[in-house]
């Protein structure tokens, strides 16, 4: 059999490419190798289930020297955007450096990749970026390994977030082996770095992903770039990945007559204060009825003490621990069942501006976002409201799928709504998810990766 690499860099991607059978379906055609990060022992377990050869992710150990020039590369390609969200991270840059020294190495970095905010310098810088790497001991030692196995594709299935994974990727440009990636997440292109070593093949989420990818890097060619849709939601569309609604009640403590809302929290560091708004919105909805509750899912990735003490304050407010492995991040497949039953059976969700109104569209649930600061509160240099105006989101909210309360009391009107007829704006759910989506959900999405990776492999 053809031997073909893939690499799980973080647990998140465990999650898209284990729990949904991708590369289980992938070792029905090949010999698979996964390089992965190691969560846990069961979890390391059922790796081992899924590989035909298991290898665990090292911390990449690169030079100083290395990272001071990739540092300022990626501060050139943000400035080279400077999409809403780039001006966000710009901006949170500049109020870390809050001591002399530390504004004085800021001003330097920044007047230097501002010189060299351009398609031009940013391709060259590439190309340094690559001759640069190839000098670290650690690539050096991957290529001898790639070398060997005689690997037909090097899979990385998130292109952000994940410096572990790089060093196989450019040990394998240098071995002329074949690479691929998946561009993770619907806002990674214009709210994070730089997309480097360079590929083969991208996968993209949609046609407008794939746009914007090549608006960015003009200099990579059309058919490199592939639209797949995203397996993050394949379980989405199976009732065997999902919690029975009896089983979920039960967990949560609600009795069969209860009816909830949704509230999904974001990053404390982007949204200070949020426990409290999610107070508020609790007074609001007791208000309304008294019998109405609000179940708050906590961002998994945040620090776990965020909600302690609103828990503690009021216990008619159902803050459910969430089932992740802290260690890389890791979702349990317990997890998904767990939110997927949370989102199926809400009157409504409410959130910040997240990936989670997507999900609650495709689900056809209402998605309420929270457009205000928590009022009273002096958040600087933090903003609710500009989360709106980025790249990513702007087209959701102008969709109107999605209802953007400007102060409480539009919130408290909008969730009277959700309650009167949850079918207000279905219409215009469906038309955001045929048009975001198009059509790539569910086990598509898997076949397409089947297809694509086998393409790939494939290709002169």
């Not at 500049?94 to 351009?118: G, Q, Y």
């Amino acid at each position: 059999m053809p031997k073909i690499l893939i690499i799980l860099p973080r647990g998140e991607t465990i999650r898209n490419f284990i729990y949904t059978d991708i590369v289980k379906e992938l070792r029905t055609h090949y010999h698979v190798t996964l390089h992965a990060v190691k969560p846990n022992e069961p979890i390391w377990e059922l790796l081992e289930e899924h590989s035909d050869e298991l290898i665990e992710l090292q911390p990449e150990k690169f030079s100083y020297i290395y990272k001071l020039f990739f540092e300022i590369f990626d501060l050139a390609h943000n400035r080279y955007m400077w999409s809403e969200a780039a001006k966000v991270r710009w901006e949170m840059r500049d109020v870390e450096a809050n001591t002399i020294r530390k504004k004085a190495i800021r001003f330097f970095k920044k007047t230097v990749a501002r010189v060299l905010a351009n398609q031009r310098a940013l391709v060259f810088l590439e190309q340094i970026d690559a001759w640069l790497a190839n000098r670290e001991q650690q690539i050096i030692t991957h290529r001898n390994c790639l070398k060997a196995e005689k690997f037909k594709l090097v899979f990385n299935t998130s292109h952000s977030h994940a410096r572990i994974a790089l060093p196989l990727i450019y040990a394998a440009n240098q071995e002329k082996i074949k690479t691929a990636t998946f561009l993770y997440s619907w806002d990674n292109l214009t709210s994070q770095g730089r997309v480097v070593p360079r590929y083969d093949y991208y996968f993209a989420w949609n046609s407008k992903i794939k746009a914007d990818f090549h608006s960015i890097y003009p200099h990579i060619e059309e058919q490199q770039v592939l639209v797949t849709g995203t397996p993050q939601f394949i379980n989405h569309f199976n009732d065997d990945k999902c919690l029975a609604k009896n089983d979920l009640y039960l967990k949560i403590g609600l009795k069969p007559e209860d009816n909830y809302f949704l509230y999904s929290s974001g990053m404390s560091h982007h949204m200070p204060y949020e426990p409290y708004v999610v107070e508020r919105i609790a007074d609001i909805i007791k208000a309304i009825d008294p019998n109405l509750k609000l179940v708050v899912r906590t961002y998994a990735k945040d620090k776990g003490d965020v909600f302690d003490a609103l828990k503690h304050k009021r216990k008619d407010i159902i803050i459910p621990n969430v089932e992740w492995e802290k260690n890389f991040q890791t979702p349990l497949e317990s997890d998904q069942a767990f939110f997927i039953a949370l989102m199926k059976n809400c009157i409504a969700g409410i959130n910040v501006a997240s990936t989670i109104s997507l999900e609650l569209c495709m689900l056809n649930k209402p998605a309420i976002n929270v457009g205000y600061n928590p009022p009273g509160k002096d958040i600087y240099p933090y903003n609710y409201t500009r989360f709106y105006s980025f790249d990513h989101y702007k087209p959701i909210v102008d969709s109107g799928a999605v209802q953007v309360a400007k102060d409480e009391e539009e919130m408290r009107l909008f969730l009277e709504e959700a309650i009167q007829n949850t079918d207000n704006f279905s219409a215009e759910r469906s038309a955001l998810v045929d048009a975001f989506f198009e059509q790539q959900l569910g086990e598509i999405v898997k076949d397409n990766f089947i297809k694509f990776i086998r393409q790939s492999v494939n290709a002169n």
